[in-house]
């Protein structure tokens, strides 16, 4: 018994021992170091333009990131058979610019009645095939996409072609501004020769519109670069013969 005692009380000290040795090293050793927190680092100036200070930028993302962002990277696809912009990459785009291509032809069509025998995108389709002849015919043009809405009547009263089901009509006032918008698009990419061509005669005065409304910006471009871009509206010819008419801004062809 005695000596069954002595083992118990062996193991007690050697267990407080132990937790004595494991305290004091607790105590001696000192708490983990702190780091601060990592702030989060301001995006570089420039946006999606570029880093500040570094090369442009083209084509979606950053010049830095990938070489295909960059203005003069190579194109890795072939030219396309195609003179619509919306069929090119930016690349092909570029590339047909450099070789001279710079006229851009702008149609506006028109979803509306056209009897009992024609669909409402009679025109849309129309300068689908018209827009690409010719832009092949001249040599130095592109097509831009199709405008398909038009004014076709006034929204509220439904005068006009809006009497029709199926019609979709614009506020001339949001006309203007779209298209005011596309030749400005163009003109900034370079195009020196901005076409409009409206396949119905009505499209006629949001096309001189919105000619006249960059002609004063083109003019302005033509004093510093000694060029600019020439917009012009040309109207669709009336069955007699009679041209809706030719409207062309002063001071541009």
């Not at 069954?4 to 050793?29: D, F, H």
């Not at 047909?96 to 028109?110: E, F, L, P, Q, R």
């Amino acid at each position: 018994m005695t000596r069954y005692r002595t083992s118990i009380l062996l193991s007690l000290i050697a267990t407080g021992a132990i937790g004595a040795v494991s305290a004091l090293t607790a105590l001696q050793t000192p708490p983990p170091t702190q780091q601060p927190p990592t702030t989060q680092q301001t995006p570089p100036a420039g946006g999606r333009q570029g880093r500040a200070g570094g090369p442009p930028s083209m084509g979606g993302g950053q010049c830095s990131a990938s070489p295909y962002n960059c203005p003069d990277a190579p194109n890795p696809l072939p030219a396309p058979d195609t003179v619509w912009i919306e069929e090119m990459t930016w690349m092909d785009v570029r590339d047909a610019m450099k070789t001279g291509k710079k006229t851009i032809i702008i149609s506006t069509g028109g979803i509306e009645p056209n009897g009992p025998w024609l669909a409402l995108g009679k025109h849309n389709y129309v300068l689908k095939a018209n827009c690409d002849a010719i832009a092949r015919k001249l040599g130095d043009a592109l097509c831009a996409p199709i405008v398909p809405f038009v004014p076709e009547g006034n929204l509220d009263t439904k005068s006009g072609h809006m009497a029709s089901p199926g019609t979709i009509s614009m506020r001339e006032e949001t006309f203007n501004a779209l298209l005011s918008d596309i030749v400005m698009s163009m003109k900034q990419h370079g195009f020196e020769h901005i076409i409009m061509i409206g396949d119905s005669g009505g499209n006629g005065r949001g096309m001189t519109a919105g000619s006249v409304r960059v002609a004063p910006r083109a003019g302005s471009s033509r004093r510093r670069n000694g060029r600019s871009a020439r917009p012009s509206a040309l109207g669709r010819r009336r069955p007699r013969g009679r041209p809706v008419g030719r409207r062309t801004v002063p001071g541009c062809r």
